[in-house]
């Protein structure tokens, strides 16, 4: 909103600098973009109106605020010189010139109209300059007086030539289906059956609070026209001016919300104006279709609460003043005040309304700095937060980067990395094709990150992005990892290798280890990741044995290509669901355990087995075969595969490191062989093992 110094004085009395006033009301709560010099000793102060005060996107709006914030007296701006110029309730909407008839009181609960003989010409300078200051060019008398008013006072008025209106009539009614309407930017428009418009007998004359027709358009040559000064339901405004992309003066203040009350002032207001300016008079008394009168809304301010809310006790004194000056009616009450709040003050709501405007100009610099009263215990804290944070530092200690990415994806990305199962939750108002569903997983936003480092030449990159999923089903908390490139940073003393399945897979573990979940890793299908290389993680252990956890594999090219990835780029991802993760967790000791004082005994063990058999199911075996032998089975470690020359096809050998250990004693070699000779009995026995 632009606010010409000049036009601020004719309300309030401020001698002050154009600097020192917008000073003054940024300390109330409004923004200032530009305090601009507009010549001949006037200035205009450019201010960033919040959405939820449309009574500040006028000058008498902000001669409100600055009258409270100086405390010095508001004029209100002349209605008539000399008489009253009364604008009766008429149900039926007759008049002796004009016939005004709403059809659709939900989107215009009001309508005022007067008709008026003017003279066309142009306005004088003192109004053009206050117009062009405010950033409103000037066209003609009639029409500048209509921006005059709504920019003094807040109330969006129009002029039609009512000449043109076929049977002097106005209807305020929904479109037809197909209507189409040239407004008066001289752009046809087709109009929707739920946008409202202002019609005579026959068509469209007007698109409802945003913009008139150019039919009925005030020409140099009109002599008659019919003022028009309504209320229009917010939404429906805000969506129409969507709708038709137009944005106006109009349409900014009625989407946020008009004064109901100031329909009749506006025409009086105008009238005044016509009268000042030798452009026209009423005829007559006009027209005020209200058919159903909002009350005023009554809130009630406690005392106590304001003194607790604020920070501070404010004089009785003071509140009144202040809430006077805002033009709210106040009561004294025993334990506070009732406040009457007017109709341009849509905001007012509730009684931390009040608290807050007496906040604002009482002055929060008058607030002692103090700690805040504990009146309870504080809650404890999530546990969801030092499991992020754990996971977060192991993730970070492994060389990964956080990323962090939009809760909101495209649907075709959504399903194709899959939905847990559930279905996909749309968004109902996407602000495009890209952010038009909530993602159910973490990975589409993942990847893409991983395509945008490469494209700005990052060749190896590691990320991990801790975040909550949505479907049909609810929310879950998750972290995901995405990996390309090497395994290790390059080095003088030596080359380097691609990451490969099993470098995720040491991350993943070491998730699951520090969340103290044992886990293994059975073949999986994934529709995003690469068939034979994707892996389901499975709790192992424990009272949630069996549980799946997430997903580890490599993303199949033909997606990885349509994400926009570099040709054979090789990415490796994975996804816990940090939920079950928690609820699977074994408890584990945090006593600290003694070095072991007795030796270790290590034996090698290799064998053929079917080159299909998962290494986890042969260690399954083992860990099976080793309870309870008289040799203590303390660690099993796969250390060479082979396949070609002498071994069968179908066939891997494997050799794997058995380390047998006792907590009480040293081990004999009897005890060591008796319990290694059982485990490769187990080995032979389920898997048909060959010993080599």
Known sequence: MRLVLSWLREFVDVPESAEEVARKLALCGFEVASVEDAGGGDAVIDFEVTANRPDCLSVLGLAREVSTAYDRPLTLPSTARGATIALAPVPIGAADRLKVTIEDAGLCPRYAAASADVTIGPAPQWMAARLLAAGVRPISSIVDITNYVNLEIGQPMHAFDLEKLAGAEIRVRRAKPGEMLVTLDGV?????????????????????GVMGGAASEVSRTTKRIAYESAYFHPPSVRRTSKRLGLKTEASTRFERGADIGAQVVAIQRAAALMEQIGAGALTGGGIDCYPNPRGARTLHLRRERLTRVFGAAVPDADVVRILTRLGLAVETTSDGWDIGTPTFRVDLLREADLIEEVGRHYGFDRLQPAFPPVMAAAPPPDPRIPRDQLIRRVLTAAGLSEAVTFGFIEAKAAELFGTQGAALVSIANPLSGKFDTLRASLLPGLVDAVGENRRHGRRDVRLFEIGTRFTTDGESRGVAVAWTGTAGAEHWAGGSREADFFDLKGIVERVCGVSGVPVQFEPASHPALVAGHTASIVVSDGRASGTALGVIGEVSPAIADARGLPANDRVLVGELNLDRLADARVAVSDAAQPLPRHPFVVRDLSIIVASILPAAIIRGTIQAAGRGLPAPLVAIGFFDRYQGKG???????????????????????????????????????EHAAVQR
């Not at 046809?188 to 409802?208: F, G, H, K, S, T």
């Not at 494997?654 to 380390?659: A, H, V």
Request: hydrophobic letters at 45%; charged letters at 30%; zero cysteines.
């Open 188 to 208: 046809e428009r087709r109009l929707e059956p739920d946008m409202l418009v202002i019609a005579d007998r026959d068509r469209a004359q007007a698109v409802a």
């Open 647 to 685: 071994i069968p096809d179908g066939t891997v050998s494997l050799s794997i490191r058995l380390t047998f250990q006792a907590a009480d004693r040293t081990l004999t070699d009897m005890e060591v062989q008796q319990s290694f000779d059982t485990i490769v009995a187990a080995l032979v026995r």
